[in-house]
């Protein structure tokens, strides 16, 4: 079985072979060019600038997270004035957190990014993530019931969008692919909306 | 051409009352009662005052409920102060389902609720309707949309129909699965559903436990009664005491917990009957509460086949499927209605093959192409389950001391037993139009869907599973929250799940998805 670098099958030889058509021109707006940036069935990581979004968010997550903890620490040495050993494996659990939370800025961001990856094909897209737990989930194209393109305000600065999309099923009735350019987001979810004739809806 | 506007049934103000905010009225009316007795205090008075209007105004909105039919939809208006007026095309209902209770049968009237396609789509609850007013909405409603149906064309749904354009009646059906009193017996025996009547039954026992101060020190009401029970009856058994009156009473118990099993199976699955209409299964069951429902063959999602040991004993199985689809406005798709209903809650296995090429036309049950998974599946669930075997009993040795050790070893060799038999046991197969997934040794279970309800493939790999290279594969469907079997096929070589889920992936792209 022909892989690529990246674990994934060569894209199969799909139902339509044709080009996909470029949208039809009824919305207000600027259309970019859809058919052949973004569905040309190669996968590719999201864009690099995510690694940076997810250590902001952890850097903020861990900065209230180990005040929350040293404020509390403080208050009990000085109101409670517990022995020396409680205070010093109470250090400790705080000095841990810190590790832990210092593994998450610094290493963490990167291994996550390199195991996420997402390819747009003719008729569907398939999403990887994960890096010990890992999964490829592939949604075609007639089943997305429709598409959210959602952006926090740290995304926002940094110009990212997650896309979400919602199908009709259960365990994955929202699968999402977070750290997309903005722009590369919207066109693939204009990519996938502008339907063939097999749409269900 | 608007027919006249209908309303609803007188008897509907008996019904209000006994819903919503119309159980307050009673009780309300109560503690007016009490308090011309003097026996009253501030907050009844407040209660009182508050509900009294809740409960009139939602009277008021059974009162204001009317229903018109038109060319093509059926218009409900309701309220007096706060106008609704809901539009529902006759072709987005799919299905009129009635649930009557004892009340209802007595007074020849049945709670309706129609139920729609998935999506935005309006659906609607009407209490109460007459009996004949049931009978022409069926009629209109469903003679409109086999004409809607035949002027668009004919659907995905895979097979050719008999719709007969503007027939009056709806045709007889030929039924599929009809259970005798005594089929239900040996249902109850099989399905052990004591376990819900003596949850739902604990609960009552300890509130009212709690009520009456029935409760030893620790406020567990049923040590209080068990205790001398268990006392009296080692007494009553000769012999060796306690370990007689331990099996003696576990004995006792699943006996009870199987008679009430079937007595839950009588009440709620009494007169089971579900017969093929057109393109639609419909299922009548119910011995006070009756419910008709039915089902449009295209809104099964999966059908899932049960066999338990007792079943095989018996040389039956039960049938279930999974439905989706109708949901209200405003809410979104997740919390679209799904259900698992019963096809045939027992029903021969040498059936089982014609049965379901009817559910799911186009399958052959006996010719689904079997593929195993991979041969290191009994390794790893050896692994498992001595891990298992290993830990559960040491967590366990605080409370069971010295009977960890057989529990030890019990484990052991099911575990070995269950490395042995499950893996030949479990196989997937992806005939055209389907996807199968078997699974279980003891405990069997056979999921089925149609490509065209596959709504995404996920293939996954645990570090557990990178050490193999293998991979399970999993096939999402709608409605599957509380399934019993869902479709994930594990312990598949790697090269074979990325295939698998592509192949899978490809033809649920090539096929249409409808609610």
């Known amino acids: 079985m022909e892989t690529n670098s990246t674990g994934l099958p060569a894209a199969p030889p799909g139902p339509e072979s044709e080009p996909v058509p470029a949208a039809p021109p009824v919305l207000a707006g600027p259309r970019l060019p859809v058919a052949d940036s973004v569905a ?12 940076l979004l997810n250590r902001m968010v952890t850097a903020i997550v861990a900065a209230s997270i180990l005040s929350g903890e040293l404020f509390a620490l403080l208050i009990v040495a000085v109101s409670a004035r517990p022995p020396l050993w409680v205070l010093g494996l109470a250090s400790a659990g705080w000095l841990a957190t ?5 593994w998450l800025v610094v290493v963490w961001p990167t291994l996550h990014h390199r ?4 390819r747009v094909g003719a008729g569907r897209i398939e999403i990887r993530s994960g890096v010990f737990w890992r999964r490829i989930v592939s949604v075609p194209r007639s089943r997305i019931q429709h598409i959210d393109v959602a952006q926090g305000p740290i995304q926002r600065h940094l110009g990212l969008a997650k896309l979400i999309l919602h199908t009709a099923g259960t365990d994955n009735a929202q699968v999402e692919l977070d750290g997309l350019a903005h722009e590369t987001a919207l066109r693939i979810r204009d990519h996938l909306v502008s339907g063939g004739p097999d749409d269900a809806l | 051409m608007h027919s006249d506007e209908r309303r609803l049934h007188p008897f509907s103000l008996l019904f209000a009352l006994g819903t919503g905010a119309g159980r307050f009225l009673l009780p309300g009316l109560l503690v007016l009662f009490a308090a011309r007795r003097g026996e009253w205090d501030q907050w009844q008075m407040w209660i009182s005052i508050l509900i009294v209007p809740y409960a009139v105004a939602s009277l008021l909105k059974y009162l204001t409920f009317r229903y018109q039919f038109r060319p093509d939809e059926l218009v409900i208006r309701s309220g007096m102060i706060f106008h609704n007026e809901r539009h529902i095309p006759y072709e987005r209902i799919h299905n009129i389902a009635t649930v009557r209770n004892i009340l209802h049968r007595l007074l020849g009237v049945a709670d309706v609720r129609l139920e729609t396609a998935g999506g935005q789509e309006p659906e609607a609850r009407i209490q109460v309707l007459g009996m004949d007013a049931v009978e022409e909405m069926r009629r209109r409603v469903f003679s409109e949309r086999r004409m ?65 101060g029935f409760t030893d020190r620790w406020g567990f009401a049923p040590t209080r009664l068990l205790v001398p029970f268990f006392d009296r009856s080692v007494d009553m058994l000769p012999g060796s005491g306690v370990v007689a009156a331990v099996l003696a009473g576990l004995v006792g118990l699943f006996a009870v917990l199987r008679v009430l099993s079937m007595g839950w199976a009588f009440v709620n699955l009494y007169g089971f009957r579900l017969s093929l209409v057109g393109r639609d299964l419909s299922c009548v069951h119910g011995l006070f509460t009756r419910i008709a429902t039915s089902i449009p063959l295209h809104r099964v999602q999966v059908v899932v086949v049960r066999e338990r040991p007792l079943h095989r004993l018996l040389g039956c199985v039960e049938v279930k499927v999974e439905t989706a689809g109708g949901g209200s406005v405003g809410e979104g798709e997740q919390q679209r209605k799904a259900s698992q209903q019963w096809l045939a809650p027992l029903l021969p296995k040498e059936r089982l093959a014609a049965f379901l090429s009817v559910v799911e036309p186009g399958l052959d049950l006996d010719a689904l192409p079997w593929e195993p998974v991979d041969p290191r599946a009994s390794v790893r669930i050896l692994k ?21 050790i057989p529990l030890f070893l019990v484990l052991l060799v099911s575990g070995w037993l269950q490395s042995r038999h499950q893996p030949e046991r479990m196989g997937y197969a992806t005939p055209a139009g389907f996807v199968a997934w078997r699974s279980g040794w003891l405990w069997r279970k ?3 869907a149609r490509a065209s309800k596959i709504q995404s493939v996920a293939v996954s790999e645990s570090p557990f599973d990178r050490r193999y290279a293998m991979a399970g594969v999993t096939v999402d469907t709608a409605g599957a929250g509380s399934s019993v079997h869902r479709i994930r096929i594990p312990f598949l070589d790697r090269a074979r799940a990325l295939d698998l889920a592509a192949a899978l992936a490809g033809r649920a792209e090539a096929t249409e998805f409808r609610w």
């Open chain 2, 384 to 404: 498992r389950e001595m891990i298992g075997a290993a830990l559960i009993p040491l967590a366990l040795v605080y409370y069971i001391r010295w009977w960890a």
């Open chain 2, 148 to 212: 809607a149906a035949a002027a668009a064309g004919a659907d995905g749904a895979g097979d050719a129909s008999d719709t007969v354009p503007g027939a009056e009646m709806e045709p007889a059906g030929t039924t599929l699965v009809a259970m005798s009193p005594w089929d239900l017996a040996l249902f109850g025996l099989v399905d052990n559903r004591g376990g819900v009547v003596v949850a739902a039954a604990l609960g009552i026992f300890f509130e009212m436990s709690w009520q009456f």
């Open chain 1, 115 to 118: 195991h996420q990856a997402y």
């Open chain 1, 40 to 51: 040309d069935g190669v996968e590719r990581p999201v864009d690099p600038r995510a690694i």
């Open chain 2, 446 to 448: 056979i999921s089925i």
């Open chain 1, 98 to 102: 810190l590790g832990l939370f210092l």
